[in-house]
């Protein structure tokens, strides 16, 4: 019985990863330009009740029969009468109420633990509601019911018409027991308040003006991503109609770092003081000293990064050095950009000091929320 459930869970599981793969990036930065950060264990909280709506879906619709076996079935497509559970729970289970030794028995058997499952199955919305979203005791209900209505009429659809017919009953005790199930999770909500975020705390937000290091990152990424769409359009221009032959040995390093001058330059010059990463999630270049910031200083800065990486390896591929000092330049490469990438990496570890194309530049990162 307990396979029975596991198979849907681990596929829910995949499902909704998925999911939270695809949204990760625009969650970000709807958060960032909303709100100037985003809130992690709201977040991680949100995406755990994508899983639940998910796991709960697959439980209900899981296993799928085949349609040869769902068209031999000459079953009731539903049943309309309140409270029948507890009529086949009295009549198959075995109990025996004058007999307390009968309880436990009874209490594993199929008419009781299919009980357990509806109520475990809305349980944790009633949580979720109260706890994450601040629904009130009737909008909890209420929200319990519907969704159990809609897992009903799933099955009473042949899952929306895929089968012939209903392959699981469309049960009116279901709809109690499920709504039951959300009502006890909102009275139980309060057992979680150590593990689910304050709503005022949470939207409070007060150090919205720090730029964090995954706000970076996210804006770095977002103008690789963007460079990168970029190349290959532009590889093949350069190689038909202005280089050829540029990059036969496969990537070419002076692309990346022509693309790059151009993208960084030409976002430099029509949003003054941001690249499209930085203006998606809402950060700008300033001075350090707080005055006006000139768009070649902020040129400068980029065409610095550029010259870490990867303007050394475009160096070596358009000089067309060989032997004996192609090893040696090579080496010399690496070096300057392993020892900029472990600069790098400390700098945004150890908050508050700057990289070095900015203290070069004499620039810094300003939230605009």
């Not at 960032?32 to 995406?47: A, D, E, F, N, S």
């Not at 009529?87 to 594993?108: C, K, M, N, V, W």
């Not at 002076?254 to 976002?267: K, M, P």
Request: charge should be positive.
């Amino acid at each position: 019985m307990i396979r029975q459930y596991l198979s849907p869970i681990a596929m829910s599981f995949g499902a909704s990863l998925l999911i939270i793969l695809l949204s990760v990036v625009p969650y970000a930065i709807y958060n960032y330009r909303k709100r100037g950060q985003v809130p992690v264990k709201r977040t991680l909280i949100g995406y755990s009740f994508i899983w639940y709506l998910i796991a709960a879906y697959f439980l209900v619709i899981l296993p799928l029969p085949s349609r040869e076996s769902v068209e031999a079935l000459n079953t009731p497509h539903y049943n309309l009468d309140p409270f029948i559970f507890a009529e086949h729970f009295l009549r198959y289970s075995g109990i025996d109420l004058s007999d307390p030794r009968t309880y436990p028995g009874a209490l594993l058997q199929p008419t009781a633990y299919t009980v357990y499952f509806n109520l475990f199955l809305t349980l944790p919305l009633g949580v979720y509601l109260r706890k994450y979203f601040g629904f009130n005791f009737f909008k909890t209900l209420l929200a319990g019911f519907l969704l159990s209505l809609f897992f009903e009429l799933t099955q009473l659809t042949g899952l929306y018409g895929v089968y012939p017919r209903p392959y699981r009953i469309f049960n009116v005790d279901d709809l109690i027991i499920n709504s039951i199930g959300a009502a006890t999770g909102f009275f139980i909500a309060p057992i979680f308040k150590k593990w689910t975020p304050e709503m005022e705390k949470e939207e409070s937000f007060g150090a919205i003006k720090k730029v964090t290091i995954p706000r970076r990152l996210l804006a770095f990424a977002l103008d690789a991503a963007m460079i990168i769409g970029l190349y290959f359009p532009a590889g093949i221009l350069m190689e038909f109609v202005f280089l050829r032959n540029l990059d036969e040995g496969g990537f070419s390093f002076t692309l990346a770092f022509l693309l790059g001058a151009v993208y960084f330059i030409g976002t430099t010059l029509a949003l003054k003081k941001q690249t499209l990463g930085m203006a998606l999630v809402k950060i700008e270049v300033q001075s350090e000293e707080g005055k006006k910031l000139s768009r070649g200083r902020v040129i400068f800065r980029h065409l610095l990064l550029l010259l870490w990486f990867p303007g050394p390896l475009a160096l070596l591929e358009v000089t067309g050095v060989g032997e004996p000092y192609i090893s040696f330049l090579f080496l010399a490469g690496f070096v300057i950009m392993g020892t900029g990438a472990l600069h790098i990496g400390f700098t945004l570890v150890r908050r508050g000091r700057r990289l070095f194309y900015e203290g070069i530049s004499k620039t810094v990162i300003k939230s605009l929320n």
